[in-house]
């Protein structure tokens, strides 16, 4: 089936540390990879993306590889900022595209 | 741009009563959905629309219909209102014919079923 684990959360970390969040997936066919960013009462907004394997997804400093070897899409930030604190979503689409997969979410507190 | 925008954003209902979210895009996308968020669970898929005048079920269609009003709108009904139905409703669209084709999403209708 297709299905996707990201780490739990919360994370904390201080301002300016550095941030992964693991994301793996399973996938029946040649998914694409997204990360999506929840702040607080607000939608989803589409963070990044990678449409095949060793693509790198990047945007306001995060970036994430799709590793198709490892079935990972792992986020990273080299400093992180209060400004990050919000929920990290891993989602997968297949190319019929009908369909996504979501991760459970990583919430992500940054302390000053 | 005003993107997806649902309403209402927020609904209290008592177990039994209906009502109906609405979901709204401009951007010319062909297909939508309707998700539930809950604590823990992620984004779960109640119905989508490929294209106009088409639905499917999800992960999670019971206690729900949808309607495929025309290709801007797309709405989700509970006919009889549960606990188990409390949860943030969020509506997505897509251009499915794009080869990224990510979604996007309303800001959310929270909705408690007492």
Same mark, same amino acid.
């Not at chain 1, 996707?4 to 739990?8: A, L």
């Not at chain 1, 369909?99 to 459970?104: D, I």
């Given at each position: 089936?297709?299905s996707?684990?990201?780490?739990?959360g919360?994370v904390? !970390?201080?301002?300016?540390?550095?941030?992964?969040?693991?994301?793996? @997936?399973?996938?029946?066919?040649y998914?694409s990879?997204?990360?999506y960013?929840? @702040?607080?009462?607000?939608?989803l907004? !589409? !963070?990044?993306?990678a449409?095949?394997?060793?693509? %790198?997804?990047?945007? %306001?400093?995060?970036?994430a590889? @799709?590793?198709k070897? *490892?079935?990972?899409f792992h !986020?990273? %930030?080299?400093?992180?900022?209060?400004s990050?604190?919000a929920?990290?979503?891993?989602?997968?689409?297949l190319?019929e595209?009908n #369909?996504? @997969?979501?991760?459970?979410g *990583?919430?992500?507190?940054? #302390?000053? | 741009?005003?993107?997806?925008?649902?309403?209402?954003?927020?609904?209290?209902?008592?177990?039994g009563?209906s /009502?109906?979210?609405?979901? +709204?895009?401009? /951007? =010319?996308? =062909?297909s939508m959905?309707?998700?539930?968020?809950?604590?823990? /669970?992620?984004?779960?898929?109640i119905y989508?629309? +490929?294209?106009?005048?088409?639905t499917?079920?999800?992960?999670v269609? =019971?206690?729900? =219909?949808?309607?495929?009003l025309n290709?801007?709108?797309? &709405?989700?009904?509970?006919? &009889?209102? +549960?606990? &188990?139905?409390?949860?943030?409703?969020?509506?997505a &669209?897509?251009?499915?014919?794009s080869?990224t084709?990510?979604?996007?999403?309303?800001?959310?209708?929270?909705?408690?079923?007492l």
């Open positions: 089936g297709n996707v684990t990201q780490m739990e919360p904390t !970390l201080s301002e300016e540390a550095f941030l992964t969040i693991n994301c793996t @997936y399973t996938a029946t066919g998914p990879l997204f990360w960013v929840q @702040y607080p009462g607000e939608g907004q !589409l !963070l990044l993306k449409t095949k394997a060793d693509d %790198k997804g990047s945007n %306001k400093g995060f970036e590889t @799709y590793r070897e *490892t079935t990972s !986020l990273e %930030k080299g400093s992180v900022q209060v990050d604190s929920v990290y979503f891993c989602a997968l689409g190319r595209f #369909k996504f @997969y979501f991760g459970s *990583t919430k992500l507190n940054v #302390k000053p | 741009n005003a993107g997806v925008t649902q309403t209402p954003k927020f609904q209290v209902l008592k177990t009563q /009502m109906t979210l609405q979901c +709204a895009q401009d /951007m =010319n996308h =062909n959905y309707w998700y539930r968020q809950d604590p823990g /669970m992620g984004l779960r898929l989508y629309s +490929a294209s106009e005048g088409t499917d079920k999800g992960e269609p =019971n206690g729900y =219909n949808v309607s495929r290709k801007r709108e797309f &709405s989700l009904r509970l006919e &009889s209102a +549960a606990p &188990s139905q409390t949860s943030v409703y969020f509506c &669209s897509r251009y499915s014919r080869t084709g990510e979604l996007f999403f309303g800001e959310g209708s929270r909705l408690t079923v």
